[in-house]
């Protein structure tokens, strides 16, 4: 069974709604007139009722009519216009006098309704609408008067209402609908635009974004949230494929650089020290492409966000004292100053190994970019609701312009131009990854020649 379209389905749920409520207003319309009518109708029969009582005399425990001459009115000779039929009982029910118009007939007196009910009977095959009134003595029933009029100009007002309402209903209904398939056609234009956009877009045309509906409605929102997804999209396509040029070009290099060394050997004999010297150079490049790759491969292991995190308690202050430990050797070489300020036991809720890879990379960039006789900071303290740990080093420092790409994978700040530092520069770009998977924030502020001071900041256990 083929489906509606999306124009069709809402002008059907337009239609579905637009007909209970149509069905409803007819419905109250219909019921308003017919109460109406009959109320009038009412109001004509106690009128009359009124009207005859005044006419009857009661006398001994019976009664008589006082005008005669109220029978020879049109409408109690006729039953064809507006007739009002009258007839009068003794109080054993036996027909004492009735109006002309009755001819042959008489109005059915009916024992089980209550005296002073208004029903509705026929006569002469003529729908009509009935009351019985007592005529009192004092206390005593001495008679009833009834009166009827007719219900045929009521019943056939009310049948031509319903009629009408019955063929306006679906013309109104066809009407509607086409008018909401109009309308739903405009409002969905900007659907419209929305798939013809988005199938323009491809892996080399990123670049196309969606029309801005002039309304703010739902589908201002929709547009924008796209436009919001492509532009995420189109800097994480071209954030990889730099990724990619830069891992190409930072795996080629080392490679170039044993490649031709080997090369440069195998040209002619060479004394053994030489070999040596070559061979301990080429073992150096290879030990740098093994780190290369085992960061490469670290930032690659962590790039789903729904990594599954092996969360526990942490000494934050046993981390610090144990990464340090780690590099005693490179500290005592540059004769760097180290202090530590831990003014009690901290803890935090956390992933212990890679909260460690964490510190591990920021005290060892602070190590390698610290001059010789420099000092390195490590500080732990609360700050409301969190912990803060402050790592600060006296080392060449970042420019203000380079601080916004220092996480941006293979980027290295132009004052790191110095031979003797090497780096990937992946170190950051895995921190930074790492932190936000860990859900801790991360700072960093520095000044050229003056150092660096980095700052995490994560709840408490």
């Given at each position: ?23 409803v ?24 009722v ?48 009735k ?9 059915f ?61 679906p ?35 990123l ?58 050997l ?39 966000q729904?990594?599954?995190l ?89 420019p ?10 293979f ?14 520069g ?36």
């Amino acid at each position: 069974m083929q489906q509606l379209s999306f124009k069709n389905r809402i002008a059907s749920h337009y239609i579905i709604t637009t007909a209970l409520l149509i069905f409803v207003v007819f419905f109250v319309i219909y019921s308003i007139v017919k109460l109406s009518v009959y109320n009038h109708l009412n109001t004509d029969i106690s009128k009359e009722v009124k009207n005859h009582l005044n006419e009857i005399e009661v006398k001994n425990n019976t009664f008589y009519l006082m005008h005669m001459q109220e029978w020879e009115e049109r409408e109690h000779n006729t039953v064809d216009v507006n007739p009002v039929f009258i007839q009068f009982l003794d109080k054993n029910g036996a027909i004492i006098e009735k109006s002309p118009n009755l001819k042959n007939e008489f109005l059915f007196f009916d024992k089980k309704r209550n005296d002073n009910e208004l029903f509705d009977t026929k006569i002469l095959g003529n729908k009509i609408r009935q009351i019985q009134v007592p005529i009192y003595d004092g206390a005593n029933i001495v008679g009833y008067v009834m009166i009827a009029m007719s219900l045929e100009g009521a019943l056939m007002v009310l049948q031509n209402l319903a009629e009408i309402l019955s063929i306006a209903y679906p013309l109104i209904l066809i009407l509607l609908f086409f008018i909401a398939r109009f309308i739903a056609g405009r409002s969905i234009k900007p659907i419209n635009s929305i798939i013809k956009t988005s199938n323009t877009i491809t892996k080399d045309n990123l670049t196309s974004r969606i029309p801005i509906p002039q309304n703010k409605d739902e589908l201002f929102v929709l547009s924008n949230t796209i436009n919001s997804l492509l532009d995420r999209i189109e800097t994480a396509i071209e954030r990889e494929k730099q990724f990619t040029s830069d891992a190409s070009h930072e795996l080629r290099t080392p490679l170039t650089v044993i490649k031709g060394t080997l090369e440069v050997l195998i040209r002619k004999p060479r004394e053994a020290a030489e070999y040596e010297e070559k061979i301990n150079f080429c073992v150096n490049e290879v030990d740098r492409l093994n780190h290369l790759v085992d960061q490469l491969l670290l930032l690659a292991r962590f790039e789903n966000q729904k990594q599954t995190l092996k969360l526990e308690k942490v000494y934050l202050n046993a981390i610090f004292l144990d990464t340090i430990a780690r590099y005693s050797s490179t500290i005592q070489s540059k004769k760097i100053a180290v202090s530590t300020d831990f003014a009690k036991d901290y803890y935090t809720e956390t992933d212990s190994y890679l909260f460690s890879i964490i510190i591990n990379n920021l005290i060892s960039n602070a190590l390698k970019y610290s001059d010789c006789n420099g000092i390195l900071s490590v500080k732990i303290m609360n700050n409301r609701s969190k912990i803060e740990c402050h790592i600060i080093d006296s080392g060449i420092g970042i420019p203000k312009e380079d601080l916004e790409r220092i996480f941006n994978p293979f980027y290295r700040s132009k004052s790191t131009d110095h031979p003797e530092i090497k780096g990937t520069g992946l170190g950051l770009s895995i921190v930074k990854r790492l932190s936000s998977l860990l859900s801790i924030e991360i700072a960093i502020t520095s000044e050229e020649s003056r150092g660096t001071k980095v700052i995490l900041s994560l709840f408490e256990a």
